[in-house]
Structure formats: C-alpha cells, structure tokens
C-alpha cells in the first residue's frame, strides 16, 4: 500500500493550504483515513481523521479553521487548512488504516512540509 500527498508549500499566516492523499496498491478496502503533523523538535501529532463512514475528529488546535474530508472510491484524503498561523508550520503526514487479507494495518505517506511565515 502506497500513500501518495500533494499539496503544502509556503504561506502567510492567515492564508490557506490544500493537502491530498491518494492511497493505491493491494488492498480490500481502506478504513481510517488523516493527517498528522511533526513540527521540529516535537512529536508527531494527530491533526484530523475521518472514519470509512464519514466522522471526523479533529486537534482542539485546528478545530472550526482546518476541514477534512475524504472521496472513497478514489481512496483519497484531503485538508483544508484555512486561517493558518505559523504554529501550523509542521511536516504533514497522510496516515490510512488498510483493510488486508489477514486483518489491518496502518500506513504513512512521505510527509508534505507547510510552513507558515509571520
């Protein structure tokens, strides 16, 4: 199973972001999809999931300014990042719970950097 993302950049606090995640390879189905965030120094950190079924749980820090959502017969994940602030400035990892053979397993994408400047 491989976890493709796209998006990030460079951005002014306030501004906006776009992250995808397209998941491809062998598998049943995937179940949890997300984004964590690894800011230097810090461990890493769940950001927002959503479940197979559409609910959503978000990081008290992005709740009402970051929106998940995910296209599952693409098996894509995406986030929008509205009203960042340079707290946000993070490597983001895509993380998916695919559904194998012989049960699920967890796996991460390559990491996108957002950096946020002041």
């Known amino acids: 199973v491989q976890l493709q993302a796209s998006g990030g950049g460079l951005v002014q606090a306030g501004g906006s972001l776009g992250l995808s995640c397209a998941a491809s390879?062998?598998?049943?189905?995937?179940?949890?999809m997300g984004w964590y965030r690894q800011a230097p120094g810090k461990s890493r950190e769940l950001v927002a999931v959503v479940t197979s079924g559409g609910s959503t749980n978000y990081a008290d820090s992005v709740k009402g300014r970051f929106t998940i959502s995910r296209d599952s017969a693409k098996n894509t994940v995406h986030l929008r990042m509205n009203s960042l602030k340079p707290e946000d400035t993070a490597v983001y990892y895509c993380?998916?719970?695919?559904?194998?053979?012989?049960?699920?397993?967890?796996?991460w994408g390559q990491g996108t950097l957002v950096t946020v400047s002041s």
């Open positions: 390879g062998r598998f049943i189905s995937i179940n949890g």
């Open positions: 993380h998916a719970v695919a559904v194998l053979g012989l049960g699920a397993r967890g796996y």
